[in-house]
């Protein structure tokens, strides 16, 4: 029988592959997240980014132009070799050495951690020593892995996907269900933490809502900032958020545990927009920004 790492890194596989005919849809994602990614860029400085897979949803040759290294890290290593293929193709002759030399790929790497052991959650062989130890461990794991830290590290409508995959192992009606997402929530936030240098910022992007469980304007161009930001408040209040996004709860996590809140200062929601994910499918996004304590 196939694990559950093998049968996720099949998933998202599947999910990255059948995401790459839409790049023209993801335009307007790619462009606001590029530009989250840039607001804290130097020549000297290093990106990570946490979900890269296929790097759609970024302009990868502008953040190559903008830092000094850029590291890519995913559980699917073939979306993140497309990612680098893709970059390198746009470039002239003379430069794609150079920057191959300057992008670096970390995968298959778990970022929740949980993979090799949700299935033995799920019949409930866990103790609570091992749930609470668990983001910690996962944090440094991940840290000692890619082996540096950062000056900007994103998480790249990552948190959300890894919450499908505890849905997908438990069930909502799981007693264990919202211990182990909340342990989820906690892992990704630590991970976050240890990979940024202290001074460093965290761009944290996720999608909020799908257009499958809140009508979204369907045309990114004709809908104004305004707009968007009172349906997002409108999600955030009313409960259609999906709860791993949630500002508010994500907020809770950082004021309730004392290194997240030693080591996380958030700043203000900067951008929200919209992402055509494909045809028939449109995420509400959001960007917040954090600065790594020092
Ligand atoms: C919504 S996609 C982000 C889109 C991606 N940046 C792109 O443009 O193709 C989320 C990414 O998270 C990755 N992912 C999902 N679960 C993961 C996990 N447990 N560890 C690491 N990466 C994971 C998927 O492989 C996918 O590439």
Not at 51 to 61: H, P
Not at 68 to 89: K, T
Not at 265 to 292: K, M, N, T
Request: charged share 20%; aromatic share 4%; with cysteine.
């Amino acid at each position: 029988m196939r694990s559950r790492l093998d049968h996720e890194v099949q998933q998202q596989r599947l999910a990255n592959d059948s995401s790459l005919p839409h790049a023209l849809l993801y335009t307007n994602h790619r462009q606001h997240l590029t530009q989250q990614l840039l607001r804290h860029s130097g020549s000297d400085q290093s990106l990570c980014i946490l979900g890269a897979g296929n790097c759609n949803d970024v302009e990868l040759d502008a953040l190559l132009q903008h830092y000094r290294q850029v590291h890519l890290v995913d559980l699917d290593s073939v979306a993140l070799d497309h990612a680098l293929d893709h970059a390198l193709a746009r470039l002239p002759e003379s430069e794609i050495e150079p920057n191959r030399e300057r992008i670096h790929r970390h995968a298959p790497v778990d970022l929740s951690g949980m993979l090799p052991v949700l299935d033995r959650w799920q019949r409930f062989q866990l103790t609570p020593e091992e749930l609470m130890r668990h983001p910690e461990a996962t944090a440094q794991a991940i840290a000692q892995r890619l082996g540096a830290q950062f000056d900007v590290v994103a998480s790249a409508c990552l948190i959300t996907q890894m919450q499908l995959a505890v849905l997908q192992a438990l069930g909502e009606s799981h007693r264990l269900f919202q211990a182990i997402r909340h342990t989820l929530s906690v892992t990704h936030l630590r991970t976050l933490a240890a990979l940024t240098r202290p001074g460093g910022r965290v761009v944290f992007a996720s999608d909020l809502v799908a257009s499958d469980h809140l009508p979204l304007p369907d045309n990114a161009s004709a809908t104004t900032d305004a707009e968007l930001k009172a349906v997002f408040e409108g999600a955030v209040r009313q409960g259609t958020a999906m709860h791993v996004a949630h500002p508010g709860i994500l907020g809770a996590i950082l004021r309730d545990d004392p290194i997240l809140e030693r080591d996380l200062q958030p700043e203000p929601i900067s951008d929200v927009w919209l992402w055509h994910q494909g045809p028939a499918r449109r995420f509400l996004v959001y960007a917040q920004h954090f600065v790594r304590g020092a």
